[in-house]
């Protein structure tokens, strides 16, 4: 037996400021009404389960999914101004639960 952990750790650790920096962007970005409350709950549910399992890797990944987010919203935001049909693309929160399994 292994005395290291179970869990694998995040790619690298977000910067102690980074969820604050994170929710000040999310508040400035026009999808505020509803980002904001959406990483307020995924980042409390995150901070629960930090708590029970001695880990910051479930803090990590929200972090980084929001930074994606934000990151991408301008090029989704071309995307759907194009008119292109997005019928058929896989959503990507169904795609993160089936890694987890």
Not at 40 to 58: C, D, H, K
Not at 62 to 89: I, K, M, N, Y
Request: no cysteine; hydrophobic share 45%.
């Amino acid at each position: 037996m292994s005395a290291q952990p179970d869990h694998t750790p995040a790619p690298y650790a977000p910067a102690p400021g980074a969820p604050a920096e994170l929710l000040a962007q999310l508040r400035a970005d026009r999808r505020a009404e509803r980002w904001v409350p959406a990483f307020e709950q995924e980042w409390a549910q995150a901070l629960e389960e930090s708590r029970r399992s001695f880990s910051l890797n479930t803090l990590y990944e929200v972090v980084h999914v929001w930074q994606a987010r934000l990151a991408s919203a301008p090029a989704v935001d071309a995307f759907v101004a194009s008119g292109h049909d997005e019928t058929g693309f896989v959503d990507m929160a169904e795609l993160r639960g089936r890694r987890r399994r």
